[in-house]
């Protein structure tokens, strides 16, 4: 059974950070990509970044970029996401998803690429 379990949520003011995890089992996740979304309140999940699970390449959405990093522990089977100079605006649930299969450099931005998901975990950042 393929579970990925994100943690590391929390509460926190702005311009501080949190890290929050993924940790990944039930198959081998070599040839798949690893992705960050989320949900802000009333609003449609969206992207926030990717890493190929060989550590190969990264990707952020503008609006992070800079800001957040994803890194993977490959002997863990975790990946993280570093967010840091958080705003009120990064106020939402984040989940993290992996494809089944592989994703090319180009694609792998859409929630529909994905097929196993986490439950989420609440980031609220407070002005």
């Known amino acids: 059974q393929v579970q990925l379990v994100e943690s590391g949520g929390g509460s926190v003011q702005a311009g501080g950070s949190l890290r929050l995890s993924c940790a990944a089992s039930g198959r081998t996740f070599s040839a798949s990509t690893l992705g960050w979304f989320r949900q802000p309140p009333g609003k449609e999940r969206e992207f926030v970044g990717k890493?190929?699970?060989?550590?190969?390449?990264?990707s952020y959405a503008d609006s992070v970029k800079g800001r957040f990093s994803i890194s993977r522990d490959s002997a863990k089977n975790t990946v993280y996401l570093q967010m840091n100079s958080l705003k009120p605006e990064d106020t939402a649930v984040y989940y993290c998803?992996?494809?089944?299969?592989?994703?090319?450099?180009?694609?792998?931005?859409?929630?529909?690429?994905?097929?196993?998901w986490g439950q989420g975990t609440q980031v609220t950042v407070s002005s």
């Open positions: 890493i190929k699970w060989s550590g190969s390449y990264t």
């Open positions: 998803a992996a494809t089944a299969g592989y994703c090319s450099v180009s694609s792998c931005y859409r929630r529909d690429e994905y097929y196993y």
